[in-house]
């Protein structure tokens, strides 16, 4: 059973930065993929990153490109999201989820899941 727990949110003005970070019990954490979600009120939770075992491919969803970029420091267990140039559209509860082996892009192909960090970016 591999727990994660999201660190990193807060409230931005629009233009800043934050970093979220995603830490793992897992010791074998590397055989995990990663991805981040997030999720608006009344929304489904919706993909924004992935990440392979050992960092060397990394996937960004077309609203978060050129402005977040997802890393991981497997040695820490942990995965990072770093989120440039902010907008109040990015506002939202930021999850991460790890599955064993392959990257995946549905939330439904996930099976470990942090409680989740809120990001508010106001204009």
């Known amino acids: 059973q591999v727990q994660l727990a999201e660190s990193g949110g807060g409230l931005v003005q629009a233009g800043g930065s934050l970093r979220l970070s995603c830490a793992a019990s897992?010791?074998?954490?590397?055989?995990?993929?990663v991805g981040w979600f997030r999720r608006d009120p009344g929304k489904e939770r919706e993909f924004v990153a992935a990440?392979?075992?050992?960092?060397?491919?990394?996937y960004m969803a077309d609203s978060v490109k050129g402005r977040f970029t997802i890393s991981r420091d497997n040695a820490k267990n942990t995965v990072y999201l770093q989120m440039n140039s902010l907008k109040p559209e990015d506002t939202a509860v930021y999850y991460c989820?790890?599955?064993?082996?392959?990257?995946?892009?549905?939330?439904?192909?996930?099976?470990?899941w942090g409680q989740g960090t809120q990001v508010t970016v106001s204009s």
């Open positions: 897992e010791r074998t954490f590397s055989r995990y993929a």
């Open positions: 990440i392979t075992l050992s960092g060397g491919s990394t």
């Open positions: 989820a790890a599955r064993f082996g392959a990257v995946k892009f549905r939330r439904l192909e996930y099976d470990y």
